[in-house]
């Protein structure tokens, strides 16, 4: 008979019948493939094991069910295909009426509902909050939109004594607010047409009525990277290409973007996407109260950007002089400056140039950079632009006198 030192033999046999037993479990959860889809929570798999929660999962997927609880939290499934029925107005009022929405399907619009109801039976008022988290292309900034959606409708679905016009307005403007922040901070990667480059934080607030009374938005890190550098096969921001694509002769003319002009900051330009729609994005900026003549001003400022990036600098004879410009970009400065309302001299200074202060007398160098550091300084220059100038100014103007702010707050890269 085999010998054994400390019981290690007997545990390892143990350790084996255990596992073979837990393997059991498993395939004989799994054997019963036609009952998977009906798990509408996963705390009611058994066992739980990455295999069997995965497999449920792709079960309902199958059967159009994109939806599932996992206690307290919805896990969602990106469809990949449009389903009207799925966010109708109809199945909003379904689950705002319910006694119970936690008993129907798992659904976004029942964490929505269950949310408010929290709101409202609350004595004093507490706060309450909603985490959309995922990977790229799980669909997040969907999700938020339907939610936006979803308390919009039902903060503004019975009459304010503030008068309902304020609560429409306040509607309109917080959905508004979705194609304006899309347009200039989400671009399409190679794994989604819109993911979304920035972060944000909604915050709704609602009157002792329970009815909707202002808004806030916040931005933080802006993936201001993407101005100047954009990976194989992906895109810059959205607005980019919607002013290069939707400008009028007019605007064209003005803002100095020939059709069929070539932009080095502008790849894969003849991909059309439904995010490429620039009157959905004026649109949404004229009832965020952006006046035309700021609009204008914000495209000016994009469309310098472009011409911006189009500059290149060749290395000079004598380095002790500025790196010379190319001779088919030399046409790029002087636009560049009009468009950005900056002189040629001091564009090419702050390119060309690197200012020094050292010495207890703070003497004043300047030294030629290196065409390496003269395209830093060009990239450099293009990301600052964007995230203060268009994308922060653009946004902190989109206020009424309902208090609908966006507020931005960092940016990255």
Same mark, same amino acid.
């Given at each position: 008979?085999?010998?054994?030192?400390?019981?290690?033999?007997?545990?390892?046999?143990?350790?084996?019948?255990?596992?073979?037993?837990?393997?059991?479990?498993?395939?004989?959860?799994?054997?019963?493939?036609?009952?998977?889809?009906?798990?509408?929570? @996963?705390?009611? !798999?058994?066992?739980?094991?990455?295999?069997?929660?995965?497999?449920?999962?792709?079960?309902?997927?199958? !059967?159009?069910?994109?939806?599932?609880?996992?206690?307290?939290?919805?896990?969602? @499934?990106?469809?990949? +295909?449009?389903?009207?029925?799925?966010?109708?107005?109809?199945?909003?009022?379904?689950?705002?009426?319910?006694?119970?929405?936690?008993?129907?399907?798992?659904?976004?619009?029942?964490?929505?509902?269950?949310?408010?109801?929290?709101?409202?039976?609350?004595?004093?008022?507490?706060? +309450?909050?909603?985490?959309?988290?995922?990977?790229?292309?799980?669909?997040?900034?969907?999700?938020?939109?339907?939610?936006?959606?979803?308390?919009?409708?039902?903060?503004?679905?019975?009459?304010?004594?503030?008068?309902?016009?304020?609560?429409?307005?306040?509607?309109?403007?917080?959905?508004?607010?979705?194609?304006?922040?899309?347009?200039?901070?989400?671009?399409?990667?190679?794994?989604?047409?819109?993911?979304?480059?920035?972060?944000?934080?909604?915050?709704?607030?609602?009157?002792?009525?329970?009815?909707?009374?202002?808004?806030?938005?916040?931005?933080?890190?802006?993936?201001?990277?993407?101005?100047?550098?954009?990976?194989?096969?992906?895109?810059?921001?959205?607005?980019?290409?919607?002013?290069?694509?939707?400008?009028?002769?007019?605007? %064209?003319?003005?803002?100095?973007?020939?059709?069929?002009?070539?932009?080095?900051?502008?790849?894969?330009?003849?991909?059309?996407?439904?995010?490429?729609?620039?009157?959905?994005? %004026?649109?949404?900026?004229?009832?965020?109260?952006?006046?035309?003549?700021?609009?204008?001003?914000?495209?000016?400022?994009?469309?310098?950007?472009?011409?911006?990036?189009?500059?290149?600098?060749?290395?000079?004879?004598?380095?002790?002089?500025?790196?010379?410009?190319?001779?088919?970009?030399?046409?790029?400065?002087?636009?560049?400056?009009?468009?950005?309302?900056?002189?040629?001299?001091?564009?090419?200074?702050?390119?060309?140039?690197?200012?020094?202060?050292?010495?207890?007398?703070?003497?004043?160098?300047?030294?030629?950079?290196?065409?390496?550091?003269?395209?830093?300084? #060009?990239?450099?220059?293009?990301?600052?632009?964007?995230?203060?100038?268009?994308?922060?100014?653009?946004?902190? #103007?989109?206020?009424?006198?309902?208090?609908?702010?966006?507020?931005?707050?960092?940016?990255?890269?």
């Amino acid at each position: 008979m085999p010998k054994q030192e400390n019981g290690q033999k007997g545990d390892s046999v143990i350790q084996n019948d255990l596992s073979e037993s837990f393997e059991e479990e498993v395939r004989a959860f799994l054997s019963d493939e036609e009952k998977l889809h009906l798990f509408d929570d @996963l705390t009611k !798999v058994n066992p739980v094991t990455t295999t069997t929660v995965l497999r449920c999962l792709q079960a309902r997927y199958r !059967v159009n069910l994109f939806y599932t609880n996992a206690g307290c939290s919805l896990v969602a @499934l990106n469809p990949f +295909q449009p389903f009207s029925c799925l966010y109708s107005p109809e199945l909003m009022r379904e689950y705002h009426v319910a006694l119970r929405p936690q008993d129907l399907k798992p659904h976004i619009f029942a964490v929505a509902e269950q949310t408010y109801r929290n709101v409202q039976n609350q004595m004093d008022p507490v706060n +309450q909050s909603i985490i959309v988290s995922g990977e790229s292309g799980a669909g997040k900034t969907w999700t938020s939109r339907c939610l936006m959606k979803f308390y919009a409708s039902v903060a503004a679905s019975v009459i304010s004594p503030k008068g309902n016009e304020t609560v429409e307005r306040i509607e309109r403007r917080v959905l508004d607010s979705n194609p304006v922040m899309e347009a200039f901070g989400n671009a399409c990667t190679l794994r989604n047409n819109n993911s979304s480059r920035f972060g944000k934080y909604i915050q709704l607030q609602l009157d002792r009525f329970h009815h909707l009374s202002s808004a806030s938005i916040q931005t933080f890190l802006l993936e201001k990277t993407r101005v100047a550098y954009q990976a194989p096969n992906e895109r810059n921001f959205h607005i980019f290409y919607q002013i290069t694509k939707g400008a009028t002769a007019e605007e %064209r003319l003005e803002w100095n973007l020939p059709e069929g002009a070539e932009y080095r900051w502008l790849p894969n330009p003849e991909r059309n996407l439904d995010e490429d729609s620039f009157e959905v994005t %004026r649109a949404a900026m004229c009832h965020l109260g952006i006046e035309r003549c700021t609009q204008s001003n914000v495209f000016k400022v994009l469309s310098g950007l472009l011409h911006l990036g189009n500059i290149q600098f060749s290395n000079p004879v004598d380095e002790s002089q500025p790196c010379d410009l190319e001779d088919k970009t030399k046409g790029f400065v002087k636009t560049t400056g009009d468009l950005l309302k900056i002189p040629v001299e001091e564009l090419l200074e702050s390119l060309r140039i690197r200012t020094i202060t050292a010495g207890k007398q703070q003497q004043v160098f300047k030294k030629p950079c290196s065409r390496a550091e003269c395209e830093t300084r #060009r990239d450099c220059l293009a990301k600052v632009i964007y995230a203060r100038e268009s994308f922060r100014v653009l946004l902190s #103007r989109a206020r009424d006198f309902c208090s609908f702010q966006v507020t931005p707050t960092g940016t990255a890269g």
